[in-house]
């Protein structure tokens, strides 16, 4: 079973553009989350999609969004770019079930110059 | 809002050894799920051990096991017979239970030295 995916790997980006970073989750799980890792902050969640519904946000401006499409694969979106959004994003997918773990990826690492 | 501490930036322990990573939480659930997640320098991130908050017992996997003190919001790792490639970032985290989300909240990390 592939594990989840995430592309691209790296992107280096230059001040005031726009992102868009993909996952593919583990075939049947419909849950995606984002997460935006920094050595500064840590790791903070920005969002969760379920059946193509965003069901929750973390604290984050709305420069950041998200979507999902039916075959639960997820895209963020971050606009006009700024240096304080570099970082690692990790992206995990879940299957239903509370007691289920979330899998996540190897992550996009986000450089904006 | 729930948080989740970790107090130990860097710890390391030798091969062979045994290692106590510390994590506390805040939180006023009652039905809650921790977890310890490893990532090593490939960045991904694998769990370790889950334990959830309405069982007594402690979870183990293996070499690695925890010790959950709900009364106290504790909840340490200890890694037995540690091996080189236990090296790595360990995160604890938290998730609600109820409410249909399936947001972490992860504590900052402690960074594992494993000397040979």
């Known amino acids: 079973k592939a594990g989840v995916t995430q592309t691209p790997r790296y992107l280096i980006k230059t001040r005031g553009q726009q992102v868009t970073l993909s996952c593919s989750p583990i075939s049947g799980h419909r849950s995606v989350s984002w997460y935006q890792q920094t050595p500064g902050q840590g790791l903070q969640f920005l969002f969760e999609y379920f059946s193509e519904t965003q069901r929750n946000k973390g604290n984050f401006p709305g420069r950041f969004s998200g979507r999902q499409f039916s075959n639960s694969r997820s895209e963020m979106n971050v606009s006009t770019l700024e240096l304080g959004d570099s970082a690692l994003y990790l992206c995990?997918?879940?299957?239903?079930?509370?007691?289920?773990?979330?899998?996540f990826g190897q992550g996009t690492r986000l450089t904006v110059v | 809002a729930q948080t989740v501490t970790q107090s130990q930036p860097e710890m390391s322990v030798q091969e062979a050894e045994t290692v106590t990573l510390s994590c506390t939480y805040d939180t006023s659930e009652s039905d809650y799920y921790l977890f310890w997640y490893k990532q090593p320098p490939s960045r991904q991130m694998i769990l370790v051990i889950r334990?959830?908050?309405?069982?007594?017992q402690n979870a183990t996997e293996n070499r690695f096991s925890v010790n959950f003190q709900k009364a106290a919001k504790s909840f340490s790792l200890k890694i037995s017979d540690s091996q080189l490639g236990d090296a790595a970032m360990y995160f604890c985290?938290?998730?609600?239970?109820?409410?249909?989300?399936?947001?972490?909240?992860f504590g900052k990390g402690t960074k594992l030295t494993v000397n040979p």
């Open positions: 985290a938290y998730r609600r239970a109820q409410g249909g989300s399936e947001k972490l909240v």
């Open positions: 334990q959830e908050a309405y069982k007594q």
């Open positions: 995990a997918s879940k299957s239903l079930g509370l007691v289920t773990e979330a899998f």
